[in-house]
């Protein structure tokens, strides 16, 4: 591109920006309605259905080409195209989850995480649609199920979703504004005691004690603290302890949550926390059951291109990045955008919704479902459209965000290379693997 082609352009892309803007403030009573919808009607993970069919219908209304069920009950894809032209074709991506917590509500602010979505891609094709775009546009909003349990975005990448994508985006409520936080890999283990029922009075000798077996895991688990990385993380509940002290537990289940920085980091911790469960299991006599999961959740690869753009946007619509170090370097928590991010260059910033509340709790919920929180939202959204206009008119920037992940995943394959995970590969995949 030449100096003058160069400068003429700039002013066609800060119109753009503005013209994004302006549709978002413009259907902002719309997109409020949209995540109120979703708000109200919480469902977990894979039984989206409600928020399936609001976010399916605004798309549709909008003259979107929709798909909904997009390879899963509650996922969906909506589509539009710029007019085909020679330019080199880019297709962005925009993600929308919706799931929420049991008992809690939406106390992630995953109805947020939908708006953010829907307005950046309305948004951006206005914009699109006001101007003769650089380049071949396509723009895929795709309606993610199941982060907070199960892992939608890895059902949809083996099914070939992310395949042709070339830069995707989302945001993430939270206390703060920021462009990255260090999500890791997590995987869950859910654990079994099988043993043998008695009266607790009578015969206990007869009996082979399930709770015993389950309380020596948690035990174990909490002496292995001691030796585990700083950046690791262990955290589990007993989901059943038995049903009447005058029986003799003969089944107990616990789930546990592994997390670690790396694939690899993961592995080592995944072998050391089974052979706590196994030897619960060992001193009591019980049998045991190791379950995984299908999916497991990858460290996000952070891309320094798009989230210096998208804090440049950010600053110019007010956001106060933070650069407070315990926020910015403590382990934040962990995405399937983590896997996303293997596939196609992308950035999962967070943003404040206007109140101090911590993610998972009820005040959470509340502040999500709040009238506050749709400023902090829609300029999140404005912030994203922006950098996706960014990526469109700067090739440079776009070969540069390419450049950024290419080098992150090589040094993420660099440092799994060589990992087997013999707990999981003993299970065979998902599922049980009895000891
Ligand atoms: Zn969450
Ligand atoms: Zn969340």
Redesign the pocket.
């Known amino acids: 591109m030449g100096p003058d082609k160069g400068r003429s352009e700039m002013p066609l892309l800060k119109q753009c920006k503005q013209r994004a803007s302006d549709v978002i403030e413009q259907e902002s009573g719309h997109l409020h309605a949209l995540s109120q919808g979703i708000w109200r009607t919480p469902e977990l993970a894979y039984q989206e259905h409600t928020a399936h069919q609001l976010l399916s219908s605004f798309f549709s209304s909008r003259a979107w080409q929709v798909q909904p069920h997009y390879h899963l009950d509650t996922a969906f894809r909506a589509h539009w195209t710029s007019e085909p032209t020679d330019c080199p074709r880019l297709h962005v991506g925009f993600l929308c989850e919706y799931d929420a917590?049991p008992e809690l509500g939406h106390a992630?602010g995953h109805n947020l995480i939908a708006e953010v979505g829907a307005a950046a891609a309305l948004g951006l094709r206005a914009a699109l649609e006001s101007v003769q775009p650089p380049r071949h546009i396509q723009i895929t909003v795709l309606g993610t199920p199941a982060e907070?349990d199960g892992g939608g975005k890895v059902d949809l990448i083996k099914a070939g979703a992310f395949q042709d994508m070339d830069v995707v985006f989302m945001a993430h409520p939270a206390q703060d504004d920021a462009a990255f936080l260090p999500d890791v890999a997590v995987h869950d283990v859910t654990v079994k005691y099988y043993g043998k029922a008695s009266h607790a009075a009578a015969y206990p000798w007869e009996g082979i004690n399930a709770l015993d077996a389950a309380i020596l895991a948690y035990n174990n688990i909490s002496v292995l603290r001691q030796q585990m990385k700083p950046s690791w993380r262990v955290h589990g509940v007993i989901k059943n302890g038995g049903v009447k002290p005058n029986i003799i537990p003969s089944y107990t289940e616990l789930e546990f949550y592994l997390r670690a920085p790396s694939r690899k980091d993961l592995a080592e911790l995944q072998e050391k926390a089974s052979a706590c469960f196994t030897a619960a299991a060992t001193a009591t006599g019980c049998k045991v059951e190791l379950c995984f999961p299908s999916h497991d959740y990858y460290n996000v690869l952070p891309n320094n291109t798009l989230a210096k753009a998208y804090i440049e946007n950010g600053k110019q619509l007010g956001m106060q990045f933070t650069n407070d170090d315990l926020v910015l370097n403590a382990l934040s928590?962990s995405t399937d955008f983590g896997n996303v991010t293997f596939e196609v260059p992308g950035i999962h910033p967070y943003f404040y919704i206007g109140s101090d509340a911590l993610?998972?709790t009820a005040e959470y919920t509340t502040a999500s479902g709040s009238e506050e929180a749709q400023f902090y939202t829609l300029r999140t959204a404005k912030s994203l459209a922006m950098t996706a206009l960014d990526v469109i008119f700067n090739p440079e920037l776009l070969e540069s965000a390419r450049h950024d992940w290419k080098m992150m995943k090589d040094i993420e394959e660099e440092i799994n290379s060589g990992v087997t995970n013999k707990a999981r590969e003993s299970s065979s995949g998902a599922g049980c693997a009895s000891c």
């Open positions: 917590l992630c907070e928590g993610n998972h």
